[in-house]
């Protein structure tokens, strides 16, 4: 298993959690190997599938702002239906630092690469996974 950040569509603050790996999964290799389903609702069946990929960013820099981070960080994003409410962390983290200016709907899970694989997040990670998410 690998620990990441989540941000529950309902939660009052952000927790880091385990992430299972796919069924028949032997060792980690890639994005795809996490069974992020478990946490972030996308409602398809294959998670590798181009369906899916498209409710996941990866970054390196923060977005509109200087230097580099201290790993690769995946954001995963609920698939929204009509009824999903608005994400309640990350709309107070927006509003707290001027940013997100779009909401997001659903739940939001967080995951950190390094050069030689899958990082386990910590406490200490959920700064820079709030910084990311209000940008």
Known sequence: MVRGIFYGKA???PYVVPIPLRDG???LVTLDDLDVNYWVKQHEVESCSCRRRHLRRSFDTVPHAPGVLDG???VYFERPMDTTPLNAIVRVLGRLNGGCKKAIKGSVLV???GPSGFI???AKDVLCSNFLLVR
């Open 11 to 13: 939660c009052k603050k």
């Open 120 to 122: 386990n997040m910590t």
């Open 72 to 74: 690769r960080y995946t």
């Open 111 to 113: 995951v950190k690469e």
């Open 25 to 27: 999964v032997r060792g």
